[in-house]
């Protein structure tokens, strides 16, 4: 931990944090119903060993997040990026640790933009739908309306169906909303390519604006390298459902990811690949 984290607020602390998950569906929902027995008499749910066709996603997860930064999160596909995500939202249960946290009145998280939209709705009442889901009161809304419009820059076309909005239109929507929640922390899950790159740099710009107005943080989850150097000020690197670095050095942290990707790799055909991956990434 750098001195400069520890003058940092944390908002966010896990602690030895784990979560499983059953292969087989019949067990999975016997294993459901048990829990739910258990619940229902006061006992935990899940938190016990390993049982038949169960494994970690995440295992021993210990990090703090801190206000005022944006964190990079990265690893390949199933090293349990998402499912720490949504532990941290509160969509899934922890099975072993803790997470804590402190100052956070609000979390926003974006896992599928267009999640929620009505294709039959204008523009204008799927900004209502959206802010619905995000937690946002019809008054919220209201009062935010302005800026969701501007943000998006979409005015012309909020009298349209979302169905015949470009997929880019309906992603600048979702996140004006999103953003529009004012969240103290702002989770972003593979979502950031929202419309053309002149939008994406305002996204970029804004973020970075955004986390040093008040104690809020941004966790951005992504595998694309150019992304994360662009906006990312800590850097944390995943595979097989443990955290593998934690770096504030981007650059190192990315060719540490890089290499933990390519490690099964002969040398030649590794090589090439990273020949690749500094071309077209890079």
């Not at 599928?112 to 802010?131: D, S």
């Not at 979502?191 to 973020?207: N, S």
């Amino acid at each position: 931990m750098s001195v400069k984290q520890e003058e940092q607020q944390v908002l966010v602390s896990l602690r030895d944090v784990k979560k499983k998950f059953c292969k087989n569906l019949k067990y999975n929902m016997y294993y459901g119903i048990l829990d739910v027995l258990r619940q229902s008499v006061g006992l935990p749910a899940g938190r016990g060993p390993l049982r038949a066709h169960e494994f970690y996603a995440l295992q021993g997860i210990n990090l703090d997040i801190y206000a005022g930064q944006i964190v990079g999160v990265v690893g390949a596909n199933g090293s349990g990026k998402t499912t720490m995500m949504r532990l941290i939202s509160g969509i899934y249960p922890v099975d072993g640790g803790t997470i804590e946290t402190s100052g956070v009145r609000r979390t926003t998280s974006i896992f599928a933009l267009n999640a929620g939209m009505n294709p039959v709705f204008t523009g204008l009442e799927n900004i209502y739908l959206k802010g619905a889901m995000f937690g946002m009161s019809k008054a919220e809304i209201d009062r935010k309306l302005d800026f969701i419009i501007a943000f998006s820059e979409l005015e012309e076309f909020l009298g349209s169906p979302v169905g015949n909005y470009s997929s880019g239109m309906k992603a600048r929507l979702a996140y004006s909303v999103a953003i529009a929640t004012e969240p103290d922390l702002f989770i972003i899950d593979e979502a950031l390519a929202v419309g053309d790159t002149v939008f994406k740099a305002k996204c970029y710009e804004h973020l970075q604006a955004y986390v040093k107005e008040k104690p809020r943080a941004v966790i951005y989850v992504t595998n694309r390298i150019s992304k994360v150097m662009a906006i990312a000020d800590r850097l944390v690197v995943m595979s097989k459902g443990t955290i593998r670095k934690d770096t504030m050095d981007i650059q190192a942290g990315l060719e540490y990811y890089i290499d933990v990707c390519l490690a099964d790799m002969d040398v030649n055909r590794k090589a090439l690949r990273l020949k690749m991956i500094r071309h077209f990434e890079m």
